[in-house]
């Protein structure tokens, strides 16, 4: 069932979203991460972000890599919904469609499961502008391993 995440409730998710809560990583604080809904039962997670200047490309749009960044982490996070404490789900393969350019502000971006295996996961994504334009789209395979020492 789909919830909106509370962050004062941190020890009610999963321990990839506890962990996000607990510490940030520096690049999801640099795109603006904030975590919105997740359904644990369908691996799905909706996350927003917000875009500046800082990531523009030297044209004036966001840059792709920034775009790639986003799909990489969502994606990520709806992988880590159906891991354990100390497993992780380093991505193996991406691909990232740009179907429009992005600009300045509130970006929403979704990630689901579609199948998961005992070792691999296999998920899809995508990015649209806070009024809904679809701007990416994304399909990724993670390996699911064990967090080494």
């Avoid at 941190?10 to 990583?25: E, F, G």
């Avoid at 997670?45 to 004036?60: C, D, E, M, P, S």
């Avoid at 404490?85 to 350019?101: C, D, F, H, N, R």
């Avoid at 998920?123 to 020492?149: C, F, H, P, R, V």
């Amino acid at each position: 069932m789909r919830s909106l995440i509370d962050i004062s409730k941190a020890t009610d998710y999963p321990p990839n979203i506890q962990a996000i809560i607990k510490r940030p990583s520096e690049v999801s604080a640099w795109l603006g991460q904030s975590l919105l809904e997740l359904d644990t039962d369908a691996g799905w997670v909706k996350i927003g972000y917000q875009l500046t200047h800082a990531h523009f490309n030297r044209y004036g749009a966001i840059h792709g890599g920034t775009i790639a960044a986003i799909m990489d982490d969502v994606i990520a996070t709806a992988a880590g919904l159906q891991l354990q404490w100390g497993e992780i789900a380093p991505t193996l393969e991406m691909k990232v469609s740009y179907l429009a350019q992005a600009r300045e502000g509130r970006h929403i971006a979704e990630a689901r499961a579609v199948k998961r295996g005992r070792t691999i996961v296999f998920l899809e994504g995508s990015l649209n502008t806070e009024d809904g334009k679809l701007l990416a789209t994304a399909s990724a395979t993670l390996m699911i391993t064990a967090l080494k020492k």
